[in-house]
């Protein structure tokens, strides 16, 4: 595994994502708060030590229950968000909402990568020749925007925000040299990458949004799968 990302700023900006990106366990998780600025570290802490001791002991109890048509891992990663939901809720918004977050969290297990999210990044699939989208979500600002002017970017959907949380899940069987880009921003379009059989780069892909765009801000982070 091999990750990189970069920020692109306009009249408007995005807030910087936290980045923990583990190579030798292979998981990413991307973190972004909005509102008033809250560590993430014990929250990104949290997801990834029940996630741990489930796995050591599927007997390990949550007071979330399984989906059925999420496999095991899926359901973990899914219970490992809601508990730090819950965690995150408490402490910061049960009085007064003052903060919430975007959650990206990506674990690789053999050769399928397990995702779980609420909010951006939008996801993208570069195998071969193409680029196939997984997984949008438009923020508030797209639907609100009129071809008049832009609005700054504001996300639809947080993680802490509300005791109950509606986590997206996607399950991808990867191969050699496929790689996942991923976006945040207010607009995501077709790409075309189709005529380039090499692999895309940071440079490629913000060129391409910048030239669409350019009054739109967005992170970008392309992750390599070895």
Wanted: one cysteine or more.
């Amino acid at each position: 595994m091999k990750f990189e990302n970069k920020s692109y700023s306009s009249n408007f900006s995005n807030p910087n994502p936290k980045i923990h990106f583990d190579k030798d366990n292979k998981s990413l998780i991307i973190t972004t708060c909005w509102g008033h600025n809250v560590d993430s570290s014990p929250y990104i802490e949290s997801i990834l030590n029940f996630y741990s001791s489930k796995l050591k002991d599927r007997d390990f109890t949550s007071p979330f229950g399984s989906l059925d048509h999420l496999d095991f891992y899926e359901n973990t990663l899914r219970t490992s968000i809601l508990m730090a939901n819950q965690s995150f809720f408490k402490k910061n918004n049960s009085d007064e909402l003052v903060s919430g977050m975007e959650v990206f969290v990506l674990i690789q297990k053999s050769n399928t990568l397990y995702i779980a999210q609420v909010g951006q990044p939008h996801v993208l699939l570069k195998r071969g020749k193409s680029l196939n989208l997984i997984h949008t979500q438009p923020d508030l600002s797209c639907e609100y925007t009129n071809d008049k002017y832009e609005l700054p970017p504001l996300p639809s959907k947080l993680f802490g925000t509300n005791k109950n949380l509606d986590v997206h899940i996607s399950k991808i069987h990867c191969k050699k040299n496929d790689q996942l880009v991923l976006i945040k921003r207010s607009k995501v379009f077709p790409f075309n990458f189709t005529e380039k059989e090499e692999d895309i780069s940071l440079d490629s892909v913000s060129n391409y949004l910048v030239a669409n765009n350019v009054d739109l801000p967005f992170w970008l982070g392309i992750l390599d799968i070895t």
